[in-house]
């Protein structure tokens, strides 16, 4: 299990950028794999990146092209750098954790932050 702070969401204009940080406890970091997701008011939560252990990274084709997913294991700490922000990327981003391979659904991650909110304005 691990202890997951995300930090880093706020409001932008659109065309704006964004960086978020999620850090987390413990001392195996390099052993999980790690995701975010989002949720906007009255929708499912969904996936937005995940990034494996050894760096293969996963987008979903809402941030293709404009999100980037990494990671510092010497700082037990995952990011998201946001460029070419638009309203519709306006939710609640979460960081997720799964010790093992960047699973299949959004369920399998066992570990979940806080949640910061990014607000992206027209």
């Known amino acids: 299990q691990l202890q997951l702070v995300e930090s880093g969401g706020g409001l932008v204009q659109a065309g704006g950028s964004l960086r978020l940080s999620c850090a987390a406890s413990?001392?195996?970091?390099?052993?999980?794999?790690m995701g975010w997701f989002r949720q906007a008011p009255g929708k499912e939560r969904e996936f937005v990146a995940a990034?494996?252990?050894?760096?293969?990274?996963y987008y979903a084709d809402s941030g293709k092209g404009r999100f980037t997913i990494s990671r510092d294991n010497a700082k037990n700490t995952v990011y998201l750098q946001m460029n070419s922000l638009k309203p519709e990327d306006t939710a609640v981003y979460y960081c997720?954790?799964?010790?093992?391979?960047?699973?299949?659904?959004?369920?399998?991650?066992?570990?979940w932050g806080q949640g910061t909110q990014v607000t992206v304005s027209s």
């Open positions: 990034i494996s252990w050894s760096s293969n990274t």
């Open positions: 413990g001392r195996t970091f390099s052993n999980y794999a």
């Open positions: 997720a954790a799964h010790r093992g391979p960047v699973p299949a659904l959004m369920r399998d991650f066992s570990s």
